[in-house]
């Protein structure tokens, strides 16, 4: 099973340390108590205080993150700051509190028989990709806005890069790179910008690739509460946060852009 | 604090509001604890339809000030889906049932109420009353004589608690309420969802995949208490208050207002087991201070 | 940016709304900076009645999430006082004047109108409909009727710009704006407050001297802008929306919601200079990107 | 005039210090530009980020807080953490940006002919006294609830001191205080709960003894435009934030509680 169950309760953890990563901040936070999530599981976190008086007056609600480590008793995440909620996390100072609820969602499934573990990610989708390299070792393909962004490579091992600026790596998508690889017999495990993962699923499954895609979406709750977060795929719609993040490309009928 | 609620004996006055806890999904999230710890003193399922409902396109959820808007439009498996699927699961649960339900017709919901209510696995029901009645083009629950007519309706069919959850968009829902309890309602919930929209932050065009969709959570807490005192005063039969629940004291005000027991609704997405901690407040607010004469 | 209200050449779309800007007041706290950096584009006087009020007992006001319950009860000087004292010090002001006024019956209603129209320092008139006409009980801005009968008595009454002031506290605001149109309102404006309320967070009594408020603010933000969507699409007349504008997106997102100026209310008491403000982040979006038709 | 005109803006200042003095919080901040305020009069104040998601995700509107020192550029608050608004006043941090709303309201006015100034403070109410006192120097009798509070003394001169609980200077109350010197030629300055208040006005109007209150009010704007924070008065009801924060105890039908 990709599935760690939840303990049945949010967790008061506490910040220990934001640090930057290139152009991202990473956070560490201890996790008393929490069990040890599967690649590709994902947390919903909040700020125990000021959650709120944002853009807007937001945050409100808990914010999804995929876990970059995990060590017994301690996260860490990787956040790129992109509205009111992350970038309330990416100030959050030491000591703060932080309430935690996880691991959540279906995580990465291992590769068929026979087949090696392809890892293709875009900007801060990488994120899930670090912790399945360390479970699944396999090459990585990574694709970043620019060398600042490009500077996240180095949470992961076996890198290949590239970025849209041609600053770092090769300069163009990193769709280009994984095209080259798609004879070999890999199984794709992505992550990214829509766009990005919607190439990947077009290219795999014309290609008869399995590939596994950990998505987005926007999520109020994180268990299957809301039907919030659903994808459309071939069998109608899914809820990301219980029957992914992590789907098959060959489910879907399309990636959503968002 | 044990609470009675329409006949049905409950641990606490705390339960969820219709589709903002899914037990099937939670058992697959948090496992077995969902069980030994509900947080819950009764399990109100999300609205069931007569036939399959996909829901609404997404995107279907938008973040506002200290509240939510939501599109999700009624995704379910239909009567005979939910009957067959989920009924038996739910039947796990260690707290009583009581089955959300909606209808196009007044037909539908008859059929609905009716299949539903003979189920042993069901204690009581609710009806959801906020969409339009495709025959009058009326909404159900906005105008007193709709209501009055589709409780009329239905009444007949079960001896079981019959709540009719009523919307807030409408001038009068006191009138509402009233009708409904006239007609046999055995209670009446409230709010739901205050309609509501977003425009996308960059292309200006509305956000929700439905266009618009329902405000819920902290900012319609206060609305939601205007409404609820507004209807206890004018009907007998218990009330389910509900908007913007976050705390014992919030869960204690709207007691306070009349409310025999309070729904929990998207406070729970950002604690699953806030129903549970919610209860536990105000149980503590209850030996504090002796409440008023309507507890 | 300068754009046309019911015949009104504004500078700019963003005007006060009634009731939440005092340019008298502000005078004695700010002195004459405030004629110099008038941060509206037109000025809306608070609601006046026939005869001089009091308002409401305090507490008049609660802080909710994200937003203010008043309970203010138009205070005002009545009709005389405020042609006497106070609309000579509002002429010096550098915007047309829009003077609000309120009646418990048509007559009063028609007397308010007569009055103020004929003064020359008046542009336009606000009507505010929120209040129950003592004749009929019903809520005078709730019913199509009541709205349409009261405005066909005023409207033979002046020649200058009428804009009915919408509850949205109805089922279907949009009927009643269309009633205000055909019945000959030049333009309607919404939303007023939606009804609250709060109690004593130790007493567990209501905690307004009136028992319930209006909400306004961010919490109302996005229910408003779902009226004034459905509202403009229902009207040909110029619509002024409003509700917990803050930002000059908010009011955007009024603006392509079909809004053809947007008025500021509760986000002055925080930033009293929140019209300008708001003005010029507007201008900024319209500079950006080209806005939508309807603009 | 006791009334100095606020320009016609909030100002963004900085936020310098936050110390304790005794059980309250001193909070020092940069004030560029703003003018000179009279004793009584007082400001609007907002953190410039994360004003909000505190209890019932409040705060939202600014508070209302008397000044405590002036200096060109610069200004002193002192504050008594009750809620959601002070608490997160009470929690910035040096550099955080502080809207500033002020200075608002009428101040206290010279005493009349003959009569020599008493002030009469009670708990977080001593706040304008102390500016008061700095320009009009006078005898200062002060109550709290015990020695944490009267730590706060300290902040004014010639003081004569009383705790409710007898932890600090003389055990009763600031209105015992008070009886005793109501046949001196003095004019009364005061400032403190609603029930301090209101024995203050009954025990002056009754002798004849000019009082000057400083009242508070729940306020949303602070300059008029809301109708919000009115008292009742012989006269009907006055805005505390406009007519006010300093009112005659002659012109009050009573101090409301609140
Ligand atoms: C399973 C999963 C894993 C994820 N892992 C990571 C991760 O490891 N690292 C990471 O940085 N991010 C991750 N994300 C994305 C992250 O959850 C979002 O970036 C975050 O929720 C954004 O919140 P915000 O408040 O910062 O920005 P928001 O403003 O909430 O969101 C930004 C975008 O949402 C839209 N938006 C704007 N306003 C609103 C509104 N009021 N309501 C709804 N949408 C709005 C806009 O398109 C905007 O560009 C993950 C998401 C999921 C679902
Ligand atoms: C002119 C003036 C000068 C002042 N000077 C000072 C000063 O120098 N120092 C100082 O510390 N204070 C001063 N105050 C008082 C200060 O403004 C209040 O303590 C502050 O506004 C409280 O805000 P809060 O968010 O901390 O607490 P709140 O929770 O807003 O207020 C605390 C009290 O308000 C009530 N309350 C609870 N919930 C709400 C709600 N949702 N809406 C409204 N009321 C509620 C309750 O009675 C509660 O005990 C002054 C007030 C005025 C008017
Ligand atoms: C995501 C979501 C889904 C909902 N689905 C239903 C539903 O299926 N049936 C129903 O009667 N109410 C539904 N509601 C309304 C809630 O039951 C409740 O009336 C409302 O959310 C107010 O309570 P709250 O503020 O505590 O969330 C839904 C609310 C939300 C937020
Ligand atoms: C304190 C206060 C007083 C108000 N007084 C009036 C009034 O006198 N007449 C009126 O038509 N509306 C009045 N309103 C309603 C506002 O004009 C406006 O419709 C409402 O506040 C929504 O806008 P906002 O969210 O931007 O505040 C008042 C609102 C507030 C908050
Ligand atoms: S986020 Fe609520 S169901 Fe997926
Ligand atoms: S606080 Fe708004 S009028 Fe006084």
Sequence with gaps: MNRTLAPFDRRRGEVEQVDRVGAYLRLLCSDPGGPAPRPGQFYMLALAAEWGGGADERPYLPRAFSYLRHEPGRLEFLLEDVGPGTHRLGAARPGEGIWLLGPLGAGFAAPREGRAPLLVGGGIGIVPLAPLQADMPGPALLGFRDAAHAAAGELMADVTLCTDDGSAGHHGLVTELLAARLDEPVEVYACGPPAMLEAVRLMTTQRGVPAQLALESGMACGFGACFGCVVPTRDGYVRVCVDGPVLEASDLEAVPAH | ?295
């Design chain 2, 1 to 295: 604090m044990s609470t009675e609620l329409c006949g049905l004996e409950l641990e606490h006055p705390i339960v969820n509001a219709s589709g903002t806890f899914d037990a099937i999904a939670a058992l697959r999230t948090f496992g077995d604890e969902v069980l030994e710890r509900f947080p819950f003193a009764a399990f109100v399922s999300k609205t069931i339809t007569l036939k399959p409902r996909q829901g609404n396109p997404p995107p279907r959820l938008w973040e506002t000030a200290g509240g939510l808007i939501n599109s999700i439009g009624l995704p379910n498996k239909g009567l005979a889906g939910y009957l067959e699927h989920d009924l038996p699961v739910l039947a796990r649960l260690p707290v009583p049932l009581i089955v959300n339900v909606m209808g196009f017709t007044r037909e539908e919901v008859a059929t609905l109420v009716a299949a539903v209510a003979e189920r042993d696995e069901v204690a009581g029901l609710e009806l959801n009353v906020s969409c339009p009645n495709v025959e009058s083009g009326l909404i159900m629950g906005a105008d007193p004589r709709e209501t009055a007519a589709l409780v009329h309706r239905v009444r007949p069919l079960t001896a079981k608690p019959l709540i009719v959850k009523l919307t807030p968009n409408a001038t009068d829902p006191a009138a509402v309420a009233h009708a409904a309890q006239e007609a046999g309602a055995d209670g009446v919930s409230l709010v739901n969802t205050l309609r509501g929209m977003a425009l996308h932050p960059r292309t200006g065009a509305p956000w929700l995949g439905a266009r618009t969709g329902g405000v819920s959570g902290p900012a319609i807490r206060a609305i939601a208490l205007a409404q609820v005192a507004q209807v206890a005063e004018r009907v007998s039969v218990p009330v389910v208050g509900m908007g913007g629940v976050e705390t014992g004291a919030h869960a204690h005000a709207l007691l306070r207002a009349g409310a025999a027991a309070v729904a929990v609704g998207t406070e729970t997405f950002r604690d699953p087991r806030a129903g549970a901690r919610i209860a536990a407040e105000l149980a503590d607010i209850g030996r504090d201070r002796r409440v008023s004469a309507r507890l």
